[in-house]
Structures are given as structure tokens and as C-alpha cells.
């Protein structure tokens, strides 16, 4: 018999080779899946080497100032995370929307992000109304939200991991540090005209009425975006409050605190905390605007410990040596590597699996230090005093223990 095969025979095995090679690209598309299926079985966006998540902060309007720092720290973990390999093999891409400062738009954006998107996870809002605008559809479309902001408390949903502080944490703590330090007795409440200010604020005179036994002599609210704060510095001068509790935020700070100084209500003369000026907000009202007043936040940037001189460092890298980085900003930071520790844990990216697993999960390489999820999806966290510098940064001068979070302090509601 011929050795040699014929034209006939010769194609056999080639064909053989290229069956071979597609029962085995069949066989892998087929474990691929698998592989798919059992970290997702609730139709997210995840494929074999990517899971989408949606960043839905304000990047245009009023609230662009504030919340540019959050959309900034959020990228920074993201590709930091992609970089170490990503979550459970896969890399993480960002489908960004623009809430623009208009609750029904960032509404509109939640529904886009979770129904269309699929997607895993969102990374987003700063207000209270915003927060409380795409709640409803994170809830009913059982979606996973971060949320960096401090707020008012009085809220707990399965569907948030609330990475800022509450009331007890921000709020109480402040106004007991002032009522101590500086001997407050008097106090005039202002803040803008939305949910956030107004509930902190009811929540700040129960405190100074019923625990610190003080008196609040004046109380204001002002539309978002606000420039005019005439007729308030003249009611300040009135009243000659021992302490300015302010919860202004997004643009009016820059003319609010212009205006304080320009009618000479400066800290020489006047004490003055905070609740929403952080180093985002100082970078554009100046720093010499607000000198000596104070802030009471969990995070800034000043802040002498490991972890935030690595974060710092890879911050400015990315956005610039001019850059700052702000309480919101650290938070929002924290949200997705919250996520990715959640997701390893439970081995899946599957929303109730992700949130059953993220009770009790340990940070020790958060930039405000240790930080641990309670059981309500608020963090553990410091309340500390910052009281600003004519650089544009804050001077820490108060630091608390761990405080246990507690959205619903008895007595407040």
C-alpha cells in the first residue's frame, strides 16, 4: 500500500484538527459560562472579563463643585482595582451618568443605569434629595447604591451602603465639641432650602435645646444656588450668636462666606462650624475667606497616617499637584473597594449576596484610617474638628474614638 496519503486523505486530518479545535472552544465557551452563571444569576452586566458599574453623580450645575471630588476618588479606586486584576478575574468598566443638580434627572439616570445598564453596582449622589429621588428605584429594581455624602440620618435601606456619616457621627458630635471648647450657649442655624439642612437642623436644636441646654436665636434656609446673603450677615450682626451652625452647600458657599467676611464676621470675632465645607468647596471660596472657622467631618486631606499619604499621593498623580481632596471625596473613595471586599467575600456579584456579605467587612487601608461596616451599611467612623487654614486646608484639632453608627437616635426622629 502507498505511504504516501491522497489529496482525499490528506485534508482528513486537518479537518479532524479543526473539530477538534472547535469542540474545544466549545467545551471552553461552555465552562466560561459556567463560570458566568454562578457569580451572576440575576441578568447583571457581567461577562467573562468585565462587570459594568455606573457612576451617577453631578457633574454639571450647582452641586458640580462638590461632587466632581467624588466622581475623581471614584475613578482613582476603579482603576487602582483594575490594575491589581480587577473583581473575582473581571475588569470593572464605568458607564457615567450626569444627575446635572436636578433631582427628577437623577431619577431619570437611576432607572437608565439599572434597567437598560444592568448594571452591578452605582457609585453616586451627594444630596439628600438626590439620594432620596433614586431610592425608590434602587429599591424596586433591587440595585446596589454607594453613597458617600454625611447626611441626616434617619434612613436605612438594603440597597445603600451608606460610606459617610450620620447625624450622631457629624452633627452631634460637632455641637458637643463646640458647646465644650468654646463655652456655645447661643446658636443660629442656617443651611440651604433641601432635605439634608433642614432635618440636620432639627435634629441640631433638639440637641441644643433638650441636651446642651443652649438657645437657637435664628434659624435660615436659602434656595441651591443662592448668591445673596445680605440680609443674613445684618440678622448675624443682630443676634451675635455664640456659634454659626451652617449646612449651606454647592455654589452659595462661595458667596456666603465672601459676604460673611466683606460684612467683617470673621473668625477673630465670630465662631463659626460647619457641616458642609470641606477642601472641595475651599478650593473655590479661599481658603483666606474662611480662616479659623471650623468643620466638623470625619476626613482631611491633612490627616498624618500611611494610608492617606499613599491615597494623597495617588490622587494628586492623577488629577494634578494643585488637587484636593475632600470628606465626600475620601468616602466616595471607599465605596468601591467596599464593593470589591464584599463581592470576593461572597464569591458572587449578585446584589443580595454582595449586601449579605458586606456586614462586619474590615478597612484598614481607608485614608481616614480603619473604618467597618455595621449591620445598618453605615461605617464605624471618627468625627473630628478641622479649623481652616488660609491655604485651603484643615488644621485637625478634635478626634473622637470610633463612634457606632446609628441612623435612628432615640429622641431625634
Known sequence: MDSKLTGSSRRLPRRLAQGAAALSMLAMSIFASSASAEVNTTGLAVTDTEVVVGQLHSAT????????????????????????GGILGRQIKVVQEDGASDWPTFAEKAKKLLERDKVAAVFGCWTS??????????ERENGLLYYPTFYE??????NVVYTGQEATQQILAGLDWVAKEKGAKTFYLLGSDYIWPRTSMKIARKHIENVLGGKVV??????????QFGSLTNKIKLKKPDVIFAAVVGGSNVAFYKQLKAAGITADKQTLLTLSVT?????????????????????????????NVEFVKAFKAKYGSDAVIGDVTQA??????????????AGSFDVDKVVAASAGLELNTAPEGYVKVHENQHLWSKTRIGQVQADGQFQVVFESDLIEPNPFPKGYQ
Not at 130 to 137: D, Q, T
Not at 218 to 227: A, D, Q, R, S, V
Not at 280 to 301: C, P, R, T, V, W
Not at 332 to 345: H, R, T
Open 61 to 84: 450645575g450647582t452641586m458640580a463643585i462638590s461632587e466632581t471630588g467624588s466622581i475623581q476618588a471614584e475613578r482613582l479606586a476603579i482603576e487602582q482595582i483594575n490594575a491589581a
Open 129 to 138: 434629595a438626590s439620594r432620596k429621588a433614586v431610592l425608590p428605584i434602587f
Open 153 to 158: 440620618g434617619l434612613e436605612q435601606s438594603k
Open 218 to 227: 435664628g434659624e435660615e434656609y436659602y434656595p441651591l444656588g443662592n448668591t
Open 279 to 307: 477642601e472641595d468647596e475651599l478650593l473655590g471660596i479661599g481658603g483666606e475667606n474662611m480662616a479659623g472657622f471650623y468643620a466638623s467631618m470625619k476626613y482631611f486631606q491633612s490627616l498624618d497616617n500611611p494610608n
Open 332 to 345: 466616595a473613595y471607599l465605596g468601591p473597594w467596599l464593593w470589591k471586599a464584599a463581592v470576593e467575600k
